[in-house]
């Protein structure tokens, strides 16, 4: 028996925001098509090596979330990326790139984010100096301690970190603090001490935001146990070395003194931009907050609501989010839309 479309959700996106509401619509009983552009569902959680704040194994929760999709039967069209989204008498109308056409009640956007590309900094030399790398790029490389950070066989020497890298900078137009990198920093300079004991590890930050629960406690840790130096003040080129380490030049902000200093590895705490197509803002009238990721109608009432009637937010696409934020966005984005089909909203 066919289900009405009327009845039916299309879930963008099976990273955890997705996969946490497909479950939740899943369970209420109501009938959901996830979409997925990949070739497995997971998102950015499949590229981490281990979480903030507690360094919990990425692939263990990561196998959460694929146990959760295989009890709950969900049903995931991986390799399928949504092109288009139209609303037309009340329904929606979700176009995929091989051009088939479904039509569901609501959608439930939960398309994440898109990583800073970092060579868009050209004062910092990714892409050119191959020592220079960013926050994913480590998180690979931890991955496997036979490559690690080592240097022909040889554990580095000395590593420094940047911080917003592409936030908080309005050269490339991004504004907007991407909330996750200072903690993920703070995480994997204690990675990297802990791998390489003997490596001396300096963070460069414009200022610290260690807003979440622990978050503050990892920070301390890092200092005092692993006296990791954090040094307010911006990085303003990096060149490389004729041995082909990287000379970085930066100003102490609290020292008030210019600084030159030499690594092994620099590393770059890139940021989150957003990941909504042009083209729902244009098919649609999805509204965009002033960063550029999906708006939602009253961040007090109505966190979730976008200014599309039927369309619900959750995740990263409606901003820099860590994975409880978007499991609960999920969850509740999952509720509004059940609300909405009930003829509730
Ligand atoms: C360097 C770094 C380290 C981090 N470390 C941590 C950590 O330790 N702990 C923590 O809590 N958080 C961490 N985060 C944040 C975490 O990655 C995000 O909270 C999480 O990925 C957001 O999940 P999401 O489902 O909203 O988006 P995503 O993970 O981006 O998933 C979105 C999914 O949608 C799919 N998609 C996109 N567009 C389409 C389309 N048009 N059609 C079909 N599918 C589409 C994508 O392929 C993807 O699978 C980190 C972030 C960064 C940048
Ligand atoms: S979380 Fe930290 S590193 Fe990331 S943009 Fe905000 S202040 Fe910068």
Known sequence: MSVNPKKRVAVVGAGVAGIAAAVALKRAGVDADVYEKESGPGGHLTRWHALFPGRENAATVLQGFLNEVKENRLD????TLVTDIRKENGLFRVTTGSGECSEYGAVLLANGFRLFDAARKEEYGYGIYPRVITSPDLEKRMEDPATGLLIHNQAPKKVAFVHCVGSRDAKVGNRYCSKVCCISGVKQAIAVREQYPSCEVMNFYMDLRMFGSGFEELYQEAQEKYGINFIRGRVSEAAPTLDGSIQVKAEDTLLGCPLKVTVDWLILLVGMEPGIPGSLHDSLGLERDDAGFAGCRNKFLLP?????????????CAGPATIPDSVNQGRAAALSAIHYLNGKV
Do not use: C, E, K, Q
Not at 304 to 316: C, I, K, N, T
């Open 76 to 79: 995931i069209r991986t390799g």
């Open 304 to 316: 979730g609501y976008s200014s599309v009637d039927g369309l619900f937010l959750a995740g990263a």
